[in-house]
Nanobody, 132 residues
């Protein structure tokens, strides 16, 4: 069973930066997976922000391209989301998710890694608040 532990988040003024991290345990050596971040705000569905694919191409929401960077520690199953030039609309609860995948396709349901429905493994969530 895969477990995810998130850290980071907090409050920052617009234009500032934050880094989120998500550490996974339970993956066997050389298993391929997708891991990344989804954001949810009140009254809205969870939406993809950035996904790291261990063998494919990382993907980003259009709204964060050029500002956010997702990366993975070479020696551990830990993924980082560096968020720069934050905007108030980036605020929300950020959830880490991870699932076995192949080139952006989740093994659970054959869906895109950027859609939350196919993920079984979720972190507890961390709040990001950006003030104007």
């Amino acid at each position: 069973q895969v477990q995810l532990v998130e850290s980071g988040g907090g409050s920052v003024e617009a234009g500032g930066s934050l880094t989120l991290s998500c550490a996974a345990s339970g993956y066997r050596y050389n298993q391929h997976y997708c891991m990344g971040w989804f954001r949810q705000t009140s009254g809205k569905e969870r939406e993809g922000v950035a996904i790291y694919d261990t063998v494919g191409t990382n993907v980003y929401a259009d709204s964060v391209k050029g500002r956010f960077t997702i990366s993975k520690d070479k020696n551990t199953d830990t993924v980082y989301l560096q968020m720069n030039n934050l905007k108030p609309e980036d605020s929300g609860m950020y959830y880490c998710a991870s699932e076995r995948c192949d080139n952006g396709i989740l093994r659970t349901n054959g869906g895109s890694s950027f859609e939350p429905g196919g993920y079984r493994n979720w972190g507890q969530g961390t709040q990001v608040t950006v003030s104007s």
